[in-house]
């Protein structure tokens, strides 16, 4: 029976590597690898040695036959991928793990961020390159990305955070945690004692919407309200207020899903997952019976995957509806059976009342051709004005073009998922077009044409902007630890004035409350113990203090 890939697919492609017959598709080696929405296995080819599951660091792959519920469609989306495209299995030329030259001596490489650009990067300056790998990360707590913004109803897909832990002990892995560069230390600083510096710190900002009414309250970041129930501690419990019936969610990206999941999900199934205390029993509190997907064009063009659409649909209690508009009945009719699109079939189309309070059972509006024009209300939001789009070809792309025709939604709650941007590192260049730092391949540059910065290096979201999750920082932090390589071989790295221990008396002088390696390690045992005595995978700490207290509480546990 041959295996088959799920939805929690990372992309990372650790399974294309250890699969003996080569039917794990596309591989890094091919062109559309990185543009797909996950890896596929070829069931003609496939022997079921399930060597691919034991790989699998996020649990994405299971034998065809065990699939069930929401899962059970991915033995067909497997199959699907390679009638669309004839399978090759010849195998690429082999790639052999790179390392330094014999006699080119240990190197000591900073790598800000803990997120997975920084797990991948820190995992390959480890194996490959043999160096000495410092930690740096402005929280108190590792793990970015994973931590604070996968969604806590996918813990198979956080299981990729064990994998990094790992590396905690190694070592020539050092942690300095709690420390934020700009203001607790400089980059000249960090530079001053490392042969190299490789920044992995994401993307942290939300892009606007540009609209009146954006900044009033009942107005909500996507990535504060992610962090809020992911126990982020730079979002407090009082960010988010639950009281409206009807939310409306801006985007329709696999954040936004997340966040109109989360929403309507039952508090009890999201109790035995690792979902922030606080926004737990805020749910269980909460008022939202509907919540409507606003998206600028229609449903051939969402953003989100076929896997989020599909753990959408299957939410117990919660009915997923279409609003009738203008082009969405056509759109679904000529859709392709492989595509998107194809997904809305089945699903109610109808037309809706978003004036009236919401009445019966929760449910999600998908509403698309709509962008917002204004967030109106008396000291907070109460209602969302919202222009009817046309879908126009322009430069070979398809583009919304706003129309006279309006209407008015009645919402208590906005959230802007519209997507991430990423901000300035202090010392650093910054592009504020592509809000990323200026690069090429991950040698950091100047504005325009210029050499690159001696030492200093980028991956993950904030080198290539906000796009591909977790698994494509694996391919990025190959490419640039091989640049960093090559500069190393050329005798380009420059030689550092200080000693590692220089360095770690440096951050204790300039922030006391650095956190390191036996911190990390006290507060997850606290939080796993919290966890098993509640039927839990783990209870986060969600402020500073209490991550604080528990470093030092259980350090000597």
Same mark, same amino acid.
Request: with cysteine.
């Given at each position: ?137 402005? &929280?108190?707590?590792?793990?970015? &990305? ?11 897909? %956080? ?80 960010? #988010? ?76 209690? #919660? ?9 969405? +009945? ?9 595509? %998107? ?21 929760? +449910?999600?509006?998908?509403? =698309? =051709? ?165 039927? +839990? ?16 509480? =259980?350090?000597?546990?």
């Amino acid at each position: 029976m041959a295996y088959a890939i799920t939805q929690t697919c990372c992309n990372d492609a650790s399974c294309v590597s250890v699969c003996p017959v080569n039917c794990i598709h596309p591989t890094p080696d091919e062109p559309d690898f990185g543009t797909t929405e996950m890896l596929y296995v070829d069931p003609q080819t496939c022997i079921d040695c399930g060597a691919c599951a034991d790989a699998c660091p996020v649990d994405a792959i299971f034998p065809v036959d065990r699939l069930t519920g929401p899962d059970s469609g991915y033995a067909a989306l497997n199959k699907q991928y390679y009638e669309e495209r004839p399978a090759d299995n010849a195998w690429a030329a082999p790639r052999f793990p790179r390392s330094l030259a014999h006699g080119a001596g240990r190197l000591r490489i900073a790598v800000v961020g803990t997120g997975p650009a920084a797990g991948y990067t820190a995992q390959s300056l480890l194996r490959a390159v043999g160096a000495e790998v410092t930690l740096i990360d402005r &929280l108190p707590v590792p793990g970015g &990305l994973v931590r604070h913004g996968v969604a806590p109803d996918h813990q198979s897909t %956080k299981g990729i955070a064990d994998t990094f832990a790992g590396l905690y002990r190694h070592p020539r892995l050092r942690m300095h945690l709690n420390v934020e560069v700009g203001k607790d230390l400089t980059h000249a600083e960090i530079a001053a004692h490392h042969h190299a510096v490789v920044y992995a710190v994401g993307a942290m900002s939300d892009r606007s919407l540009g609209v009146p009414g954006e900044d009033i309250p009942g107005s909500v970041a996507a990535s504060a309200f992610v962090g809020w129930y992911n126990a982020d501690p730079t979002v407090p419990a009082s960010a #988010v207020d639950l009281s409206a019936e009807r939310a409306v969610v801006v985007g329709n990206g696999n954040v936004a899903l997340d966040v109109a999941r989360i929403l309507v999900s039952d508090p009890d199934e999201l109790a035995r997952t690792d979902i922030a205390d606080h926004a737990l029993e805020a749910l269980r509190a909460a008022e939202v019976r509907e919540v409507v997907l606003l998206g600028r064009r229609g449903p051939e063009h969402a953003a989100y995957t076929r896997a989020e659409f599909l753990a959408l649909r299957h939410l117990r209690g #919660v009915t997923v509806v279409v609003d009738d508009r203008p082009g969405v +009945r056509d759109a679904i009719a000529a859709a392709d059976p492989s595509s %998107k699109t194809a997904l809305l079939d089945g699903i109610a189309i109808e037309e809706t009342d978003l004036t009236a309070p919401p009445a019966g059972e929760k +449910r999600i509006v998908l509403r =698309f =051709f709509s962008s917002v024009t204004e967030l109106a209300g008396d000291g907070r939001v109460e209602s969302v004005r919202v222009a009817r789009n046309t879908v126009t070809g322009r430069d070979g792309m398809p583009h919304a073009e706003r129309t006279a025709d309006e209407d008015v939604i009645s919402a208590g709650l906005v959230i802007r998922s519209i997507g991430y941007r990423g901000a300035p590192v202090a010392g650093l260049p910054f592009d504020p077009v592509t809000a990323t730092v200026p690069n090429r391949a991950g040698r950091v540059t100047g504005i325009g044409p210029g050499d690159p910065l001696p030492g200093t290096y980028v991956v993950g979201w904030a080198k290539r902007g906000p796009s591909g999750g977790i698994g494509a920082n694996r391919t990025c932090a190959e490419e640039t630890v091989g640049v960093l390589m090559d500069d190393a071989a050329d005798g380009l790295l420059p030689a550092p004035a200080g000693t590692g221990k220089d360095f770690a008396r440096l951050v204790r002088r300039r922030r006391p409350q650095a956190v390191g390696l036996r911190e990390v390690l006290a507060v997850d045992r606290a939080e796993r113990a919290n966890g098993l005595a509640s039927g +839990r995978p783990r209870v986060k700490f969600a402020t500073f203090s209490e991550l604080r207290d528990a470093g030092r509480r =259980f350090r000597g546990a």
